[in-house]
């Protein structure tokens, strides 16, 4: 931080240091407004809010002109938690994620009363039996003795096993 302000104070003594008299705000909108359509490249909703306490730092910077940048960078961090919790706060269904979807793609499905067909039997306690359930092959247990090809009703999933019962008629 220090080594910056030295620079800074440097140019401020040549002679194009009237350009950088008050270049701090400059910067700082300059990297809000980055910031701010950079969301559009990067998915995530999240980048915009650094860009918005970026350009609220322009805006401290530009009526606090002297303000050393190690403060700048500390209000910047704590304006960018503040712009994220507010908006989370006030804006909550923004940041809601689509939870059909997420069940859908997780490894905590809920495959409790699906129905699967067994492919090869199972012995009652013993993990070994397969079933085929959506498309797939899954190892199976069960307390009861199921011969291949019955319809089995899923009764809930340790890891990569379903634990598996025959469907009563």
């Known amino acids: 931080m220090d080594f910056i302000n030295k620079f800074l104070d440097m140019l401020r003594s040549t002679y194009i240091g ?3 008299d008050n270049i701090m705000w400059d910067l700082w909108v300059i990297l ?8 559009f490249i990067v998915p995530g909703f999240v980048i915009c809010f650094f860009g918005a306490a970026a350009l609220i730092m322009g805006l401290v910077t530009a009526i606090f002109p002297s303000m050393a940048l190690g403060w700048q960078i500390f209000i910047f961090t704590i304006l960018s938690v503040s712009v994220i919790y507010a908006s989370r706060k006030f804006f909550p269904e923004a940041f809601k994620g689509n939870k059909e979807k997420a069940v859908a793609n997780s490894d905590c499905d809920d495959f409790s009363h699906a129905i699967a067909i067994t492919e090869e039997t199972i012995k009652p306690g013993l993990v070994g039996g397969k ?10 247990r069960s307390n009861e003795e199921i011969a291949a ?10 890891n990569i096993t379903l634990i598996v019962e025959k469907i009563k008629k």
């Open 32 to 39: 809000g407004i980055i910031l701010c359509l950079s969301e």
């Open 131 to 140: 079933v085929r359930f959506e498309g797939s092959y899954w190892t199976a």
């Open 18 to 20: 009237f350009l950088f």
């Open 149 to 158: 090809g019955e319809e089995v009703r899923v009764v809930a999933r340790e």
